[in-house]
């Protein structure tokens, strides 16, 4: 890490991977420069509503200010979209209204996720200077032409000089990757993850390339413009980075998340682990135990609604089974693994008999393993953790 000065020191000091707060607050910001080719998030691309949709987001946070009145914000997570793209006025604007409706803990995790071509010195010294401690970039590769593929915009030297400049300012970061690129070899995969490393960046995140339905990615393949994705070179990749990352001091603590001791993301840790979560702004989910809901889907529409103080929501109330099969899926893919008894606990001892004799075939297979009353995913099951927790499902 650079050096920094004491006020920087104490301000971007890192998290432990241990959540302890009550619950996060997701605020979607729904605009992209332009649309990548593999992406199915919801964005736009015109920015003219967006001193409509700022207002927007405030009023919500205002409108849902009793939701969690009786508990602490733990972390506040600008997501997208490109929140980038906001003015720091707009950004401490909008952290303002969270501080001055909510109760908030001494010492919150408030990240940002920015693109490298927003990320200017100026840019950069402002986020320094305000609430936000953590960064997190959309690197996606260090080479030009998985970019180019990818249609993202920013270019191979914004993606390194980005770096260079970010943490000059900032301890906590994390950068995006994504393997499995059609046409990147395993050498040139192994070079992203060397260069990252040079950078000493403290969290990588880190996902396969996923073919998404209606999007620009999914046209290509069908048409013969762009080669399909290879799973099984993928899977080496995957473990590759295993390998990679935890020789280099990394843990791997979720599926697609490798922090240092002391940089897990809380924000996304307090997900994993079921803790109730706050989403503002158009298609943002939200999470209180026991119901969840999600905001409607375009700008337009949620702009009005927000105008007649109406909350653009809809919600459903989870079963047993629907909490019981969202703790199997998170859960597996995290080092905390499920818990035998917390299953028994929660859920009742059918569910908990239904979990050991449904995950005997992949202890058998070597995919799972049993350790201190709690189910995890083996090295070798990893890769397959999504498809092995579908199959310990319970259908009602």
């Avoid at 920015?47 to 602490?72: C, I, P, S, T, W």
């Avoid at 305000?130 to 970019?147: A, T, W």
């Avoid at 969840?292 to 909350?311: D, P, T």
């Amino acid at each position: 890490m650079a050096n920094k000065n004491n006020i920087h020191s104490t301000k971007n000091s890192s998290p432990s991977g241990k959540v302890d707060g009550d619950f996060g607050i997701y605020i979607h910001i729904p605009f992209c420069k332009q649309a990548c080719h593999y992406c199915d998030f919801h964005f736009s691309t015109s920015l003219k509503k967006k001193d409509e949709l700022v207002n927007a987001l405030a009023k919500e946070l205002v409108l849902r200010k009793d939701e969690f009145k009786n508990q602490n914000v733990e972390t506040i997570y600008f997501g997208g979209g490109t929140p980038s793209l906001l003015s720091i006025e707009e950004l401490q604007f909008l952290i303002d209204e969270v501080y001055k409706n909510y109760k908030v803990s001494e010492n919150p995790e408030i990240t940002i996720e920015a693109n490298p071509d927003d990320l200017t010195h100026q840019k950069l010294n402002d986020y320094a200077a305000s609430p936000i401690n953590r960064l997190s970039i959309g690197i996606q590769s260090f080479f030009e032409e998985d970019l180019k593929l990818m249609n993202r915009a920013h270019n191979s030297d914004e993606a390194k000089k980005c770096l260079e400049e970010a943490t000059k300012h900032f301890d906590n970061i994390s950068i995006d990757l994504i393997y499995g690129i059609p046409g990147m070899s395993n050498e040139r995969w192994i070079q992203n993850l060397e260069i990252a490393l040079a950078f000493n960046i403290p969290h990588i995140s880190s996902y396969a390339l996923t073919v998404e339905p209606k999007t620009a990615l999914a046209t290509f393949i069908k048409k013969g413009i762009i080669k399909n994705v290879d799973d099984d070179l993928a899977q080496e990749q995957f473990h590759i980075m295993i390998e990679k990352l935890e020789a280099a001091g990394f843990i791997h603590y979720e599926l697609s998340n490798f922090g240092k001791p002391g940089y897990f993301s809380r924000n996304n840790s307090a997900y994993w682990q079921g803790k109730p979560y706050l989403g503002i702004g158009p298609s943002a989910h939200s999470f209180d135990g026991k119901h969840r809901g999600w905001n409607v889907r375009n700008n337009s529409k949620y702009i009005q609604s927000l105008n007649e103080n109406v909350i653009p929501i809809e919600t459903e109330t989870l079963s047993t089974t629907d909490k019981y099969n969202e703790y199997v899926m998170t859960g597996l893919r995290t080092i905390w693994g499920v818990s035998i008894e917390k299953v028994e606990k929660e859920f009742g001892e059918l569910y908990k008999n239904y979990l050991l004799e449904q995950s005997q075939k992949h202890i058998i297979r070597q995919l799972l393993y049993l350790d201190d009353g709690k189910l995890l995913v083996t090295k070798k099951g990893k890769f397959l953790s999504d498809g092995i927790a579908s199959d310990l499902f319970k259908i009602n």
